[in-house]
């Protein structure tokens, strides 16, 4: 999955999507996933950073990124053909 | 001192980790006061550790506040000792029958009021004089009756087909059973509790009063009147009471007898909010003296001679037990809904928190979160569509195993709760010196066995 390239981020965790004109606040761990993912990192390499940087374990961090990444779906903040 | 390992410095360098959240920003959905977040943790009830309690008893698991309890009676009573000069408080038995929250009301001065045989027994083993038991409720047996005729117990008559029997008991018994009639009204509340008692404005009232004391064979000490529950308007209260008082002094008018006292039943709103409700109801719901300013007033107006004035009986529970309960629960699970909301699962659900189909309580994370908060829908742990606890609330991120604190919960879900799918919890009570008591043991398998009867037909089977 992808992220729109248009979608804007802001350091206070404010996200706009220029195309709907909805808005989003993320929290400071959502906000650096984001970050990760829209610059494309891949996702296995997103959550071993959070493994290794938060004081967590590997199921939750693979429900939550997973169940964060269908919100990012669900709120059109990805591409179409991302899937 | 202490060595550090370099494992433990690698632990201390990770970060506090909260799931990921991210949350449509919407405009033009909140009140002028704003959509009300619980991120504040609650993490003692009276200095005792939510997660210690836990541990110790096991989850979910009842609390009660014995302070807030002993604090909450005193703040009744003196807002009607300080109004008015005969007050008495009989502990509403349906509200909280567990025995020791039963016994710190009976220390503070209440008597017991019951609708029931079981809780007739109940506070008669608990130690309540007979003469203190009130006898409420509209299904009392001849036995019943009988127990509460030996034992000079206020019988509050709620049928004309009650009259009737409890007057042929007292000729059978030879005795002169104290009585009151119940007695319901209009007054300004729709639609109007008619179901318990005789009515005022049609005359069924004094068709009561004129049987009871021409027959003469039951005495009349009283009038009782229970006018609703959760009553948001003390008005409603000081026209009952100046109905009742009127009713009080054509009985004097007219046999030459004083009512030696007036009850004005229970229904006082707790703090608890109202599922609809525009407003907190810690915000809005009246508070003691404004119940107290209404009811006292009409009668201390209505006309009663200097030495006349009859004893103000109050049967209030709710308001009392309410803010003095707490439910602790854990996080089962989280998942989403179909249209994207958050689900949270707890381990406590509609069957012990009955109070969920009426309120939308109060629930506080028992753990420091950031101040970044989640709407989310939350579940119990029963396998039933029903089974809501909140409908909608904001919530910080929890996770499986968080624990919450749900609030004001003592009314109504000690008596009313069910052993629906899984068995009930603990309960504990916290004294004023902050320490815990178990006060009801967690059911087990055999708490409901025991009452089963198996036929020797089917205890065999084979598959």
Avoid at chain 2, 331 to 336: E, L, Q, T
Wanted: one cysteine or more; hydrophobic letters at 40%; glycine letters at 6%.
């Amino acid at each position: 999955m992808k992220i729109k390239k248009n979608i804007a981020l802001s350091d206070t965790g404010f996200v706009f999507n220029p195309s709907t004109g909805d808005s989003f606040s993320v929290n400071p761990i959502g906000l650096e996933i984001l970050r990760k993912l829209k610059d494309n990192e891949p996702h296995e390499k997103i959550k071993k950073h959070l493994l290794d940087s938060y004081s967590t374990d590997a199921d939750s961090v693979e429900k939550d990124f997973y169940d964060f990444t269908k919100m990012l779906e669900q709120l059109q903040l990805t591409e179409a053909d991302a899937k | 001192m202490s060595s550090v390992s370099p494992c433990d410095i690698y632990i201390m360098k990770k970060l506090q980790y909260e799931r990921p959240l991210i949350q449509r920003l919407n405009t033009g959905l909140m009140n002028k006061f704003g959509m009300r977040t619980e991120y504040a943790p609650v993490s003692h009830i009276d200095d005792v550790s939510v997660k210690k309690l836990l541990a110790d008893f096991g989850s979910p698991l009842f609390v009660i506040s014995e302070k807030t309890i002993r604090n909450t009676y005193k703040e009744v009573n003196r807002a009607f000792k300080t109004r008015y000069p005969k007050v008495q408080f009989a502990w509403s038995y349906k509200t909280n029958y567990i025995n020791a929250v039963c016994n710190v009301f009976h220390q503070e001065g209440s008597w017991g009021e019951v609708v029931s045989g079981f809780e007739y027994q109940k506070a008669i083993q608990n130690g309540v004089p007979g003469n203190k038991v009130i006898f409420n409720g509209p299904d009392k047996t001849d036995e019943d009756l009988t127990a509460a005729i030996k034992n000079n117990s206020p019988i509050h008559i709620d049928h004309l087909d009650e009259l009737y029997r409890l007057t042929e008991l007292a000729e059978e018994l030879k005795a002169r059973p104290n009585v009151a009639i119940r007695v319901n009204m209009d007054t300004g509340i729709y639609p109007i509790w008619d179901r318990f008692g005789f009515n005022y404005e049609n005359g069924q009232a004094w068709d009561a009063i004129n049987k009871i004391i021409l027959a003469d064979k039951l005495e009349l000490i009283g009038l009782h009147c229970h006018i609703g529950t959760f009553m948001l308007s003390p008005s409603a209260y000081g026209i009952a009471a100046g109905k009742m008082s009127d009713l009080a002094l054509g009985i004097k008018r007219k046999f030459k007898r004083d009512i030696q006292y007036i009850d004005m039943g229970g229904g006082f709103a707790s703090k608890n909010t109202l599922k609809g409700s525009y407003l907190q109801g810690a915000d809005s719901n009246p508070n003691f003296d404004q119940f107290a300013e209404a009811i006292t007033t009409a009668i201390l107006n209505a006309g009663f001679g200097k030495d006349e004035l009859p004893l103000l009986i109050l049967e209030t529970g709710r308001a009392l037990i309410d803010e003095a309960g707490f439910l602790l629960g854990t996080v089962i699970s989280n998942k989403r809904l179909s249209d994207g909301r958050r689900a949270t699962i707890m381990d406590f659900g509609v069957n012990i928190m009955f109070t969920s189909f009426w309120y939308d309580h109060k629930i506080s994370p028992a753990q420091e979160f950031s101040n970044y908060t989640e709407d989310c829908v939350l579940y119990g742990p029963l396998c039933m569509n029903i089974d809501v606890i909140r409908e909608n609330v904001t919530l910080p991120p929890l996770k499986k195993d968080d624990q919450v604190v749900v609030h004001n919960v003592g009314a109504y879900n000690m008596t009313q709760w069910m052993q629906f799918i899984s068995l009930r919890p603990a309960v504990v009570m916290i004294d004023i010196q902050s320490k815990p008591h178990l006060i009801r043991k967690r059911e087990t398998l055999s708490s409901i066995e025991s009452s089963e009867v198996m036929p020797e037909y089917l205890a065999k089977f084979k598959l």
